[in-house]
């Protein structure tokens, strides 16, 4: 059974992003993959201080939820990291997670990340992906991805402003549905 991590980085509970994420672990569920979720903004993760002892012992000095979340990574088959776009880029609560990925680089090299593969999910309030920043979000993860030599899956993203307008994103939620599939192949 592949284990999918959910990592939710909306501090909005009820909001579009977890709602999408929500789909996706659905699905993943139903046809056999297990998943664990984090939701970010729940979680007392503190910023990375560039500090480097990671590099020295393997792993991050900081004792905080982060180290919950790291063993679950090494040994996950995938991620599906939602975020909503805040101030035109990912949420902070999503951007502590990301840097804080950081330990698992330098403590165990890109090769920690090999067989991982990754999915995003994003919603902005803007009218499409340029002025509401998610191509910023977009070009992080990319860059990010490519570097770590990490399969994306996909990039799901839409625009959702007032609570529950995703609810009514018949295409959205298709193509959630879809990664949650493909995230498990």
């Known amino acids: 059974m592949k284990k999918i991590l959910i990592i939710k980085g909306s501090p909005r509970r009820e909001g579009n992003t977890n709602f999408l994420a929500d789909k996706c672990k659905e699905r993943i569920e139903k046809i056999g993959g297990k998943t664990i979720t984090y939701t970010l903004n729940e979680m007392d993760i503190k910023p990375c ?16 939820d982060m180290a919950k979340i790291y063993d679950e990574i090494l040994s996950c088959d995938g991620m599906i990291i939602a975020t909503p776009i805040y101030w035109f880029n990912m949420s902070a609560q999503t951007k502590l997670f990301i840097d804080r990925l950081y330990a698992i680089l330098l403590g165990k090299g890109k090769e920690a990340f090999e067989n991982i593969k990754i999915g995003i999910i994003m919603a902005y309030a803007a009218s499409d992906p340029y002025t509401s920043g998610a191509v910023n979000a977009l070009r992080s993860f990319q860059d990010m991805w490519s570097y770590l030599g990490i399969e994306a899956v996909d990039y799901v993203y839409c625009r959702a402003f007032e609570k529950n307008d995703v609810s009514k994103d018949i295409y959205t939620i298709n193509k959630v549905i879809s990664l949650g599939e493909n995230i498990l192949k």
């Open 49 to 64: 201080q560039g500090c480097r002892f990671c590099e020295k012992v393997g792993t991050c000095v900081i004792n905080d």
